[in-house]
Nanobody, 126 residues
């Protein structure tokens, strides 16, 4: 069973930055064979995709975070990151990382088939 642990959440003011980390363990396949991504769940709303990185290294971002967030991964540390800059109150929510041992076929690969962490809270005040 793949195990994911998110960290790095917190409370910041609008315009601030945070870097989320997702420590991944117990992967049965090679690191390069995983679709990896971040989702978030704003208060009272459904979970939504934020960014994902495919097996070929290509990255996809939600329109709402383009130019502000950057997804990356470190094979040696087995960690997935989400660098978040110029945070806004609408970015508030619980952030989850997700992985799946296949290439990405859109958001559904992770949303419907992924392994999930427990989430980390991000709160942005105006």
């Amino acid at each position: 069973q793949v195990h994911l642990v998110e960290s790095g959440g917190g409370s910041v003011q609008a315009g601030g930055s945070l870097r989320l980390s997702c420590q991944i363990s117990n992967q049965p396949y090679d690191w390069s064979l995983y679709c990896m991504g971040w989702f978030r769940q704003p208060p009272g709303q459904e979970r939504e995709g934020v960014a994902y990185i495919d097996t070929d290294g290509s990255k996809v971002y939600a329109d709402s975070v383009k130019g502000r967030f950057t997804i990356s991964k470190d094979r040696g540390k087995k960690t997935l990151y989400l660098e978040m800059n110029n945070l806004q109150p609408d970015d508030t929510g619980i952030y989850y990382c997700s992985v799946r041992g296949t290439y990405c076929l859109g958001w559904a690969t992770l949303r419907d088939l992924g392994y999930w962490g427990q989430g980390t809270q991000v709160t942005v005040s105006s």
